[in-house]
């Protein structure tokens, strides 16, 4: 298998299938961000590809039925190559329903509602978008590429077209004070969208990043546990549109899960011990023990 850089997924696709098809990420200039550093990006040849997925075909007892596509950004790929790839998928792995992957806001932006609607038929779906944020303030800080109203533009082409996605919410980008603002202006721009899921997890630095420079430098000061915590809070309480939430990151002490608005007081009940646990200190040391997403 060709794989440039680790695996990387959301916990709840660990039982997948992994197929690279980008290396790197298209991007690379978020500054908090120091995933696939280890490799510039390219879009695997089709050929490499085609490699790799008869090599998973050769384990008879593997009966993958969802693939998740490796790279920061798979989607950025154009509709004939994504076409291909799953003519490949099916033709080798009948047995597959669906494909995933990594995706930004911007990978959008070369399909047509027409294409998506096609992939989307394909079994493209549930796409992982790292929007992080409906802040334009904080996604200018942060040099994601792209303001919130494009966020909105592209994602509803992907309402329009029926393939269900799942949006990213990453607490603590805002930094200390910041988090409530953070969490309504993001709240925002998911109630003019239908994702199928928001998934909640916090901003945790490392020291190759440049947000990291900045904190050392006294450019960004951290948020507290207790502003993580309430910060979510606030993002749950704002949020409208029926959907499911998790927060089952490694970045958060434990895992938070349940549908909106169904499960709302379930959820801010466990936020609201985590609270208090951050209040009374017990949570103080949680971040520095965390050595890898």
């Known amino acids: 298998m060709h794989f440039s850089s680790g695996i990387n997924r959301p916990p709840y696709e660990a039982y997948d299938a992994f197929l690279q098809i980008t290396s790197g990420c298209s991007h690379r200039k978020c500054v908090f961000c120091s995933f696939y550093n280890d490799a510039k990006f390219r ?8 490699e790799d ?17 490796q790279g920061a950004d798979p989607f950025i790929a154009s509709y004939d190559y ?12 009948p047995n597959v329903k669906s494909i995933g992957g990594y995706a930004r806001i911007d990978n959008i932006r070369n399909k047509s509602v027409s294409q998506l609607r096609t992939l989307a038929k394909r079994g493209f779906k549930n796409f992982y978008f790292g929007n992080e944020s409906g802040d334009d303030f904080i996604l200018k800080r942060m ?4 303001k919130a109203e494009d966020v909105i533009k592209n994602l509803r082409k992907l309402d329009e077209a029926g393939m269900p996605y799942i949006m990213n919410f990453l607490g603590g980008l805002g930094g200390h004070n910041y988090g409530d ?19 909640a997890s916090e901003l945790t630095l490392f020291p190759e990043t440049p947000l990291s420079e900045d904190l050392n430098t006294g450019k960004f000061e951290e948020a507290t546990e207790e502003e993580r915590y309430q910060e ?4 749950v309480e704002n949020i409208k549109i029926p959907t499911v939430f998790k927060a089952e990151h490694v970045t958060l002490p434990v895992p ?21 646990l951050a209040k009374s200190g017990k949570l103080d040391k949680f971040r520095e023990n965390i050595f890898s997403l």
């Open 82 to 93: 994504l076409m291909k790839v799953a003519d490949m998928i099916y033709k080798y792995l």
């Open 143 to 146: 040099n994601k590429g792209y």
């Open 232 to 235: 979510l809070s606030v993002l």
């Open 43 to 50: 879009i695997s040849p089709l050929e490499e590809v085609e």
């Open 256 to 276: 938070i899960r349940g549908r909106l608005p169904e499960d709302r007081n379930k959820i801010q009940n466990t936020l609201n011990g985590l609270i208090d």
């Open 181 to 199: 603002s953070h969490a309504v202006k993001s709240a925002e721009v998911i109630n003019q969208l239908n994702p199928v899921m928001v998934y």
């Open 53 to 69: 997925i008869k090599e998973m075909a050769s384990y008879p007892y593997k009966k993958y039925d969802r693939i998740y596509l």
